[in-house]
């Protein structure tokens, strides 16, 4: 079985500072995991993934996340962030178990409030 | 949003009435996927298929159906008998080949039953 877990379900910071958003898995196998952003009413979109090899992941808008198994977690982090980074983030996983299929378990979703 | 066309963006039904959605890609993936989204629940897995003429129940699938006649088409089906059908629903697809790829999400179409 796997499982995620957004411990907040807000992150409120300000423009220029920044931004975690975080993230905890359990899985039976290797975890593969995933953020999402999601805008108001619409789809969410791919910003990285880990996979296997380092533990810092570069991805889109300049996000990034790190790996950490011992602590079986993936938090999202950005440098600096900006006003037009205020949407929806999801953390996802899956595992290479037999049964899985490439299915995914979402997490509950983090709010994250970015103001001027 | 590429690749992944859902229609009507939002959608009124009574209750009692079936309402299927719709779901098509261009993406010539081999996996598709249905999800429904509540406020505070992140996405829950209805149905997902592999291939073509093929599906699989997901975590909530009880109260809906799916066909998969071409690949391009995931079309989904809430039946009177899903009890709380009011939510926004999401198609996703991945290449079935790449376990270890993302998943493309459509826009989503926002049923509202009353």
């Known amino acids: 079985a796997q499982s995620v877990a957004q411990p907040e379900d807000q992150v409120n910071v300000a423009e220029g500072n920044p931004l975690t958003v975080k993230c905890t898995y359990s899985?039976?196998?290797?975890?593969?995991l995933f953020w999402y952003v999601q805008y108001p009413n619409r789809g969410l979109q791919f910003l990285l993934k880990y996979i296997t090899g380092d533990n810092l992941v570069k991805g889109s808008y300049g996000f990034e996340a790190e790996f950490n198994k011992s602590q079986t977690s993936f938090h999202l982090k950005k440098p600096s962030a900006l006003v037009s980074d205020s949407a929806l983030y999801f953390c996802?996983?899956?595992?290479?178990?037999?049964?899985?299929?490439?299915?995914?378990?979402f997490g509950a979703g983090t709010q994250v409030v970015v103001t001027p | 949003d590429g690749g992944i066309t859902q229609s009507p963006k939002y959608l009124f039904r009574k209750e009692g009435q079936n309402v299927t959605l719709s779901c098509e890609q261009n993406?010539?993936?081999?996996?598709m996927y249905w999800y429904r989204q509540d406020p505070g629940q992140g996405l829950r897995l209805i149905y997902y298929s592999q291939i073509v003429n093929d599906f699989q129940k997901g975590d909530i699938a009880e109260g809906y159906s799916v066909s998969r006649e071409k690949k391009e088409s995931f079309p989904l089906t809430v039946t009177s008998a899903q009890k709380n059908p009011t939510a926004f629903y999401l198609c996703?697809?991945?290449?079935?080949?790449?376990?270890?790829?993302?998943?493309?999400f459509g826009p989503g179409t926002r049923l509202t039953v009353t």
């Open positions: 993406l010539n993936h081999d996996a």
């Open positions: 996703a697809n991945a290449l079935l080949t790449g376990l270890l790829g993302e998943q493309y």
């Open positions: 996802a996983v899956r595992d290479d178990g037999t049964d899985s299929w490439g299915k995914l378990q």
């Open positions: 899985v039976s196998g290797n975890p593969y």
